[in-house]
């Protein structure tokens, strides 16, 4: 197809477009709200058509005015592009039947029994990861907190399988107290590494016990915002008393790999910072995938970062996809900042080689194999005086 053919495509769709909303304005009502699909509070203010007052689809099509608490946007544009791409003809769009069109019903994901994760987490001897870990940290941690990666390794649900002669299992446990299910990855017990031929699901492994299973992931780690909202809520009731003005809260340090989460929880309690920053892992770089639909989702993996300060940690080379991704967070999240901590453009010195690929677990590694101090690349590895925050 020629250029000239495309613009004259285009053009056809801009009058097209135009068409549609020349018949009808419409403006955000200035009366009357309705709950909002995204944050569930009476503060939801629907778009109307101007010559009716009738809403475009009422508790769908509009926007919250929490702006800095919610902020959920869901425009007329949008939510009529999204009636094209269902496949609904381009004049429904003016039929009470599709403006009041009920909301989606999200289907419950399926489940594995939780004795299945709580036998695995045990015979960390046969661990290649958690084995690395120990030959890593052990030497390393000193005698305040000897079993430091046991406690991280229980604390993260890790479990042990007996496939590819011993392997890692990384249990997706949800902040709603579900196990999604658990990934299977053989490790080099030596140097850590992953090896990509030897991985494989819980479900797909014990299929005859859970046939037609609907897998839904959740971030690896999720289950622990619960823990840490507790242990802040007694800490901020601790500050109330003592007349500290401000809450504090903990903060989702989002990494991409589960042994990245593991390694990063390892070095914040070493370094007594347990559970201020949570790591977290989307298991995989595509894991960071927020639209419109996941807003209302209650089972979304990205729930768990709902009005939450997050922090992104790309691997290097990945920070441009990351931050378009993470201002996809906005007004889903209370604040989002990413790490340069990977890119050459970073503030803050560090002193170690980084190849391409690699993660900031690796400048961790490499800093505690040189027996160098690991707080002050810690303490500078997002923001720096405040930059870096996208939104």
């Known amino acids: 197809m020629s250029n000239v053919s495309l613009k004259q495509m285009a053009h056809l769709q801009r009058q097209h477009q135009e068409a549609m909303t020349r018949d009808r304005k419409i403006e955000l009502s200035k009366r009357g709200k309705v709950v909002c ?14 010559d009716d007052k ?28 999204d009636l094209r791409d269902k496949g609904l003809d381009n004049n429904l769009w003016k039929h009470k039947s599709v403006r009041q069109r009920k909301e989606q019903v999200h289907k419950a994901p399926s489940y594995i029994d939780a004795n299945v994760m709580l036998d695995s987490m045990c015979h960390y001897e046969l661990n290649p990861l958690v084995r690395y870990l120990h030959s890593l940290f052990d030497a390393n941690a000193g005698v305040e907190i000897p079993d430091i990666v046991e406690t991280i390794c229980k604390r993260y649900c890790v479990g042990t399988s007996s496939r590819y002669g011993g392997s890692t299992v990384f249990w997706q446990f949800d902040q709603y107290g579900k196990v999604r299910s658990g990934q299977i990855i053989g490790y080099d017990s030596a140097t850590g590494k992953r090896d990509h031929n030897k991985q494989n699901w819980v479900h797909s492994v014990m299929s005859d016990k859970y046939p037609n299973f609907d897998l839904r992931q959740c971030f690896f780690g999720s289950h622990l915002i619960r823990k840490a909202d507790k242990i802040f809520d007694a800490l901020n009731k601790e500050r109330e008393a003592m007349n500290i003005s401000g809450k504090v809260e903990p903060i989702i340090w989002l990494m991409e790999s589960p042994k990245a989460a593991l390694i990063l929880a390892v070095a914040l309690m070493w370094e007594g910072c347990d559970y201020s920053f949570v790591p977290m892992a989307t298991m995989g770089c595509g894991g960071i995938n927020l639209t419109p639909d996941k807003w209302r989702d209650l089972y979304d993996k990205h729930q768990v970062l709902r009005n ?49 690929g690699d993660g900031f677990d690796d400048i961790i590694i490499r800093y505690v194999q040189q027996g160098k ?14 930059q870096n925050r996208i939104v």
């Open 373 to 386: 101090p690991i707080w002050d690349v810690i303490g500078h590895c997002y923001g720096y005086l405040g």
């Open 54 to 81: 009738t809403p475009v689809a009422s508790g769908q099509c509009g926007k919250c005015d929490r702006a800095d608490n919610c902020g959920y946007h869901y425009p007329p544009k949008e939510y009529f592009q």
């Open 37 to 50: 699909p995204a944050c569930g509070r009476k503060t939801f203010v629907d778009y109307i058509y101007l």
């Open 308 to 356: 939450r300060k997050v922090v992104l940690f790309p691997d290097q080379g990945k920070f441009d996809e990351w931050k378009s991704k993470g201002e996809k967070l906005k007004g889903f999240c209370k604040e989002v900042w990413i790490s340069t901590v990977m890119e050459e453009f970073h503030p803050h010195p560090i002193d170690c080689e980084i190849q391409g």
